[in-house]
């Protein structure tokens, strides 16, 4: 799937108190940086349609996150907690020089993208979440029905049928749904979820926010979870991407999602 990138790839392993995590960076040394956060069991390789647009100018970090399919090792002190999956990303960011960022999410990676822009808003610029699942909404009943069993006992034919179900067959790379599925198959921890801001927690968000939306998502209503959004952050931009699902994204459409990420950026 790296070879796929169309840019020369930085192999980054930055060792923390919860192991080695792996970060794929290229783009210009000293341009700003950019942090990318996949969704889960996607890896750090599912931003391969789009790195090119965001390393214009910009140094761009594709992290595989900790106790999932990837590269990254744990090491003796899992992440259990979500003050655990904060400081792993202050380490991270703090080997890499990086004091203040735009952080880019997507999925479960958007989940953890937002929380740590509300924990630490000094180091989070601008801010991007990409269909963030149950963070101002919950999820349909159909879709939980499809993935709980991905948790409990991961295998490869319900991942795919995870995919092929939510997206409705779309014509993903077939490399990345292969390696994807593969993912199944190896150790991973169980993932921690900050629990879903409300009240005043919103009002600690200073960063520069863009939501995107899946239009066709089965996560969620999108065009639902977008009203909701403008309720607690009314200067955030929103946008709906039709003919898209969750699982669709970042990789499709691209072209029209890094058009939206670019202007996000800038």
């Known amino acids: 799937m790296l070879a796929k990138w169309p840019l020369p790839i930085d192999t980054i392993d930055v060792e923390s108190d919860y192991g080695t995590t792996r970060v794929n960076a290229c783009g210009s040394l000293d341009g700003p940086p950019v942090v990318l956060l996949p969704g889960g069991g996607a890896t750090s390789t599912v931003w391969f349609a789009n790195v090119a647009a965001l390393a214009r100018g910009k140094r761009v970090f594709a992290i595989d ?14 992440i259990r907690t979500v003050d655990d999956l904060m400081c792993w990303l202050d380490q991270v960011l703090g080997t890499l020089e990086v004091t203040r960022t735009s952080v880019v999410g997507h999925g479960y990676g958007a989940t953890v993208a937002l929380e740590y822009a509300l924990q630490r808003p000094e180091r989070v610029g601008t801010l991007v979440l990409l269909d963030p699942p149950s ?9 939980l029905l499809h993935a709980v069993p991905i948790l409990v006992r991961p295998t490869r034919e319900r991942m795919r049928s995870l995919i092929r179900w939510e997206t409705q067959n779309a014509p993903l790379d077939a490399d990345w749904l292969d390696l994807t599925e593969r993912g199944t198959d190896f150790p991973s921890a169980k993932p921690v979820v900050p629990r879903r ?5 919103w009002a600690t968000l200073s960063a520069d926010v863009t939501i ?9 209503n999108s065009f639902r979870v977008a009203d909701a959004v403008g309720k607690v952050l009314p200067n955030a931009h929103t946008v709906v991407l039709t003919g898209c699902s969750h699982h669709m994204l970042p990789m ?7 058009a939206v990420l670019l202007s996000a950026l800038s």
Do not use: C, I, Q, W
């Open 252 to 258: 499709l459409p691209a072209g029209e999602l890094d």
């Open 135 to 143: 963070r101002f909404a919950g999820m349909r009943l159909a879709y």
């Open 212 to 220: 995107v939306f899946a239009g066709e998502s089965k996560v969620h």
């Open 197 to 201: 801001p409300t009240g005043n927690r």
């Open 65 to 78: 996150p900790m106790g999932e399919p990837g590269r990254s090792v744990v090491g003796r002190k899992p």
